[in-house]
């Protein structure tokens, strides 16, 4: 019994050492190298929008894109409405009335090649576009006024791909706790894409130069992925091409939160197939940080519940101390208070994928099934 307790303080330990060194790389570093200059004059870019059944959603972020600090004749924004059947695209045409710059509703009648779903909204959208960079993001997103220069301006020579960060923001406890899972989980996707090793991109938040997708043939030419906007960071940089992943306020896209547990476990769902195909190093991390409420578990029977709670203790406070400083470098203030909440939270959802890595199922999106 002392040996296999022992051995579980040893992985905690090193779990909580683990921790505390993301905590410590991300608050020490700046992330992203300096952005180069805007290139000039400026050029004429693509915001690429995958709608279905978006009516609610999609005047908010068009709202955004209106106010966005950039010549308005630049601009082309094309969404994309897939079978939509709640009136997105009359909604879509009503909120741009009047824009100064090109905006098109595209009509998704047919399939591209191995794409589906989103991957084949954007596979037309990006046959359509006329520009150099395709700016990509979702109906459900609100961009800051400087979100084209502040993606673009990293969009050196080489690079293919340029992801800011995305912050899930609601009124609900339910939504706070969302929030605050999002930008931990992007905190350790930027302390690790600093070393050099790239994880994914943002599908919502996420410049790609169209040299860099043309280089992959397209969505058209992808195997399908529920995960599409992993599926072609990985194909790019496969292509040759670099990529930067930029943690900063001034291209902060906000989210709409999922609005229950059943949406967010989909949500969940569709995103553990992307992890499929993460490189087995990062995989075998990622189930070596999954590990710690079984653990601790093992540590409150053999051990006792006092010294559980010292643990789970340590958890809370290196935890929050990472997410103390990926809320201030998004331009946002962390309730500590949500701390305790959020680990019932995360322990809830442990359980529930681990349901889904045991028993798999169909991933359920946008009202379409995949196997």
Same mark, same amino acid.
């Given at each position: 019994?002392?040996?296999?307790?022992?051995?579980?303080?040893?992985?905690? +330990?090193?779990?909580l050492?683990?921790?505390?060194?993301t905590?410590?790389?991300?608050? +020490?570093?700046?992330?992203?190298?300096?952005?180069?200059?805007?290139?000039?004059?400026?050029?004429?870019?693509?915001?690429?929008?995958?709608?279905?059944?978006?009516?609610?959603?999609l005047?908010?972020?068009?709202?955004? =894109?209106? $106010?966005?600090?950039?010549?308005?004749?630049?601009?082309?924004?094309?969404?994309?409405?897939?079978?939509?059947?709640?009136?997105?695209?009359?909604?879509?045409?009503?909120?741009?009335?009047?824009?100064?710059?090109?905006?098109?509703?595209?009509?998704?009648?047919?399939?591209?090649?191995?794409?589906?779903?989103?991957?084949?909204?954007?596979?037309?959208?990006?046959?359509?576009?006329? *520009?150099?960079?395709?700016?990509?993001?979702?109906?459900?997103?609100?961009?800051?006024?400087?979100?084209?220069k502040?993606?673009?301006?990293?969009?050196?020579?080489?690079?293919? *791909?340029?992801?800011?960060?995305t912050?899930?923001?609601?009124?609900?406890?339910?939504?706070?706790?969302?929030?605050?899972?999002?930008?931990l989980?992007?905190?350790?996707?930027?302390?690790?894409?600093?070393?050099?090793?790239?994880?994914?991109?943002?599908?919502?938040?996420? =410049?790609?130069?169209?040299?860099?997708?043309?280089?992959?043939?397209?969505?058209?030419?992808?195997?399908?992925?529920v995960?599409?906007?992993?599926?072609?960071?990985?194909?790019?940089?496969?292509?040759?091409?670099?990529?930067?992943?930029?943690?900063?306020?001034?291209?902060?896209?906000?989210?709409?939160?999922?609005?229950?547990?059943?949406?967010?476990?989909?949500?969940?769902q569709?995103?553990?197939?992307?992890?499929?195909?993460?490189?087995?190093?990062?995989?075998?991390?990622?189930?070596?940080? +999954?590990?710690f409420?079984?653990?601790?578990?093992?540590?409150?029977?053999?051990?006792?519940?006092?010294?559980?709670?010292?643990?789970?203790?340590a958890?809370?406070?290196?935890?929050?101390?990472?997410?103390? $400083?990926?809320?201030?470098? $998004?331009g946002?203030?962390?309730?500590?208070?949500?701390?305790?909440?959020?680990?019932?939270?995360?322990?809830?959802? *442990?359980?529930?994928?681990?349901?889904?890595?045991?028993?798999?199922?169909?991933?359920?999106?946008?009202?379409?099934?995949?196997?």
């Open positions: 019994m002392s040996l296999l307790l022992n051995a579980l303080l040893l992985y905690l +330990s090193l779990w050492l683990g921790m505390g060194f905590a410590w790389r991300f608050a +020490s570093r700046r992330g992203a190298a300096a952005p180069g200059s805007l290139p000039g004059p400026l050029p004429r870019v693509s915001i690429l929008i995958a709608a279905r059944d978006e009516a609610a959603a005047p908010r972020c068009l709202a955004s =894109l209106r $106010a966005l600090d950039y010549p308005a004749e630049l601009l082309e924004i094309l969404v994309g409405d897939d079978g939509s059947t709640d009136g997105t695209a009359a909604v879509a045409e009503t909120a741009m009335r009047g824009f100064e710059g090109q905006f098109r509703v595209v009509s998704i009648t047919d399939m591209l090649g191995q794409a589906r779903g989103k991957a084949n909204v954007l596979a037309h959208l990006t046959r359509r576009a006329t *520009t150099n960079y395709f700016f990509i993001t979702d109906a459900d997103i609100s961009l800051p006024a400087s979100w084209i502040g993606l673009l301006a990293h969009a050196g020579p080489g690079v293919g *791909t340029v992801t800011g960060i912050a899930v923001r609601g009124p609900r406890l339910f939504h706070q706790v969302q929030g605050l899972d999002w930008l989980s992007l905190g350790m996707v930027q302390v690790v894409s600093d070393l050099g090793r790239p994880v994914t991109a943002m599908g919502n938040n996420m =410049l790609v130069t169209r040299a860099a997708y043309e280089a992959t043939g397209g969505y058209e030419a992808l195997p399908f992925s995960t599409e906007d992993f599926a072609l960071f990985q194909a790019v940089l496969a292509a040759g091409f670099g990529f930067r992943q930029v943690f900063q306020a001034n291209i902060r896209a906000d989210s709409l939160p999922m609005p229950t547990w059943a949406a967010l476990l989909r949500q969940r569709r995103w553990l197939r992307g992890v499929a195909g993460l490189p087995l190093r990062l995989r075998l991390e990622l189930l070596f940080f +999954s590990g409420w079984p653990a601790l578990a093992g540590v409150a029977c053999l051990g006792g519940a006092g010294l559980a709670l010292g643990v789970w203790a958890k809370m406070l290196v935890q929050g101390l990472l997410a103390h $400083a990926a809320h201030r470098r $998004a946002l203030r962390l309730r500590w208070a949500l701390l305790p909440l959020f680990e019932g939270y995360t322990l809830s959802l *442990t359980a529930a994928i681990g349901f889904f890595q045991l028993f798999g199922g169909t991933v359920v999106w946008k009202g379409r099934r995949y196997k």
